[in-house]
């Protein structure tokens, strides 16, 4: 296996299942979010010799996951994803119990938040450094700390919602 090989498989492995909670997070749907999260890593893949390290690689690929739901969201036209090569193991969530319910009810609250609000809250329920969480965002960190605050309102709120039906 070649060191770029090597080095993907390493960076893919690290994060794939973070990734995949935010672009389900965009979606709520398990399908787009494999498709996102496909395309993220190929993006990541023909992208790896151009990373200088001026940030951490996590947050950089966070910023490709962001723009490539940003543009999913945008397009109107969803077009099926070529399937990529071995280099990606299939990334098959969990099946839903019971126990996972909640953490689908949430993930669907979570799916009627602003597009913003969701990749912040997407990156707290991932236990990202709320420095770097602020870096992606592009905002200082205490603003940050207020809209995490307000997210998590509005989220119970939709939860709770969500609950009662």
């Known amino acids: 296996m070649e060191q770029k090989d090597q ?5 893919f492995d690290t994060n794939s299942k973070k990734i995949f909670h935010l672009c389900y997070g965009y979606t709520g749907d398990e399908d787009s979010a494999n498709d996102l999260l496909q ?13 200088r390290n001026k940030s951490l690689i996590s947050t950089w690929i966070y910023r490709i996951a962001v723009n490539t ?13 070529d399937e990529l090569t071995d280099n990606i193991i299939e ?13 689908a009810l ?3 609250s979570i799916s009627k938040l602003e597009e913003n609000d969701r990749l912040i809250i997407t990156m707290v329920l991932d236990e990202l450094p709320y420095n770097e969480i602020a870096d992606i ?5 205490g603003n940050l700390r ?11 709120e939709l939860y709770n919602q969500h609950a009662r039906i």
């Open 137 to 141: 965002s592009g905002i200082s960190e």
């Open 69 to 81: 739901c940003l543009t999913y969201l945008r397009s109107e036209k969803r077009q099926a994803k």
């Open 146 to 156: 207020v809209k995490i605050h307000r997210i998590k309102q509005k989220l119970t």
């Open 39 to 51: 395309e993220t890593f190929l993006k990541v893949w023909q992208n790896l010799d151009k990373f």
């Open 91 to 103: 990334n098959r969530p969990e099946e839903l119990s019971e126990k996972n319910e909640q953490v």
């Open 7 to 11: 080095l993907f498989k390493q960076i």
């Open 106 to 108: 949430l993930y669907k």
